[in-house]
């Protein structure tokens, strides 16, 4: 017996598509494009949505399409950036089927599992890794769902197992390396029970009732065992600091870092947004300390959407 809440459907019928329109001055514009689309997956009775965080960050205008072909605008209820999902309502009903959730917990290596994305055929795979998983945008998960063989169109996609329930939002393509086979093309999916116990929170404050986490502004890149930047926001902490693409990272509170992991564990384990962190960077060979006054990654991107910086 299907455990989807209602009608006796498939998850299929629990599956959106989600197109974002986002102004040219927002903060991620330049690196994700103005226009997004991906899916999403309504997780409850209310016609809340979980999708991957990058296909709405910073949009002005949303439209959801049920897969009964319903319509509604809709707007983002929450960002949240630790975890890299965010939440969407529509304006107006399209659907009242949606998945219950599931733990990673309860998901082993070599599951079974189902891709589903709004439109299209089921994919089938299997998780082939749990584990860490650090990216370049100041963002780590402590454990990812790795999946493979690999799967297209994955932005925002359910993963699901055979009790139907949802365990993860589709994020990345990328090689997987560690497994059986050495490195393998795969998919990495946003385990769901990260933000499964705070939904209600989420909902009411738009984020996690915590305090938020320091931001810098960087991206930043693994090259041969070191960390260089590959990219700065203008008007970030970083940018103000006078880090520039180029630059190597060599420590963090005099701490040598030479992983994105190590990186961020330090700097997220040093306080929460505003506190200062002294940065040793090497600029074509020359070592300098830079004080970076770290900020709430969200306000930023407020900040911009109220206009351009001058």
Not at 144 to 168: Q, S
Not at 187 to 208: H, K, S, T, W
Request: hydrophobic share 40%; net charge negative.
């Amino acid at each position: 017996m299907s455990s989807v809440q209602s009608n006796n459907t498939t998850p299929l019928a629990a599956m959106v598509t989600i197109s974002a329109q986002i102004p040219e001055h927002a903060m991620t514009a330049a690196i994700l494009g103005t226009e997004r689309a991906g899916h999403g997956v309504r997780i409850r009775a209310d016609g809340l949505i979980a999708t991957v965080g990058y296909v709405v960050m910073d949009a002005d205008q949303i439209w959801i399409t049920s897969h009964g072909g319903q319509g509604s605008p809709a707007y983002v209820i929450a960002q949240d950036f630790d975890s890299g999902i965010a939440l969407v309502k529509t304006t107006m009903p399209v659907g009242l089927d949606y998945l219950p959730l599931g733990s990673r917990d309860r998901v082993a290596e070599g599951r079974p599992m189902t891709v589903y994305r709004h439109g299209e055929t089921v994919f089938h795979c299997e998780v082939v890794g749990k584990r860490e998983f650090a990216g370049r945008w100041e963002y780590m998960l402590e454990e990812a769902l790795y999946t493979a063989p690999p799967c297209n169109n994955w932005a925002g996609a359910a993963l699901v197992g055979n009790d139907d329930r949802l365990y993860g939002i589709g994020s990345l393509l990328m090689d997987i390396p560690g497994t059986a086979e050495g490195t393998v093309l795969g998919n990495m999916f946003i385990p769901i029970d990260l933000v499964a116990p705070y939904l209600d929170e989420l909902c009411e404050f738009g984020q996690r009732n915590k305090p938020a986490r320091p931001w810098l502004g960087t991206l930043i890149q693994e090259y041969e065992g070191k960390l260089v930047v590959t990219g700065v926001y203008r008007d970030c902490p970083a940018d103000r600091a006078g880090i520039k693409p180029g630059d190597f990272i060599l420590s963090i509170d005099d701490e040598p870092v030479n992983c994105l992991s190590d990186m961020f564990r330090k700097v997220w384990s040093m306080g929460s947004a505003g506190v200062e962190i002294p940065v040793i960077i090497s600029t074509s060979g020359k070592m300098r300390t830079c004080l970076i006054n770290s900020i709430d990654r969200a306000v930023f991107h407020q900040r911009l959407l109220m206009g351009p910086v001058n």
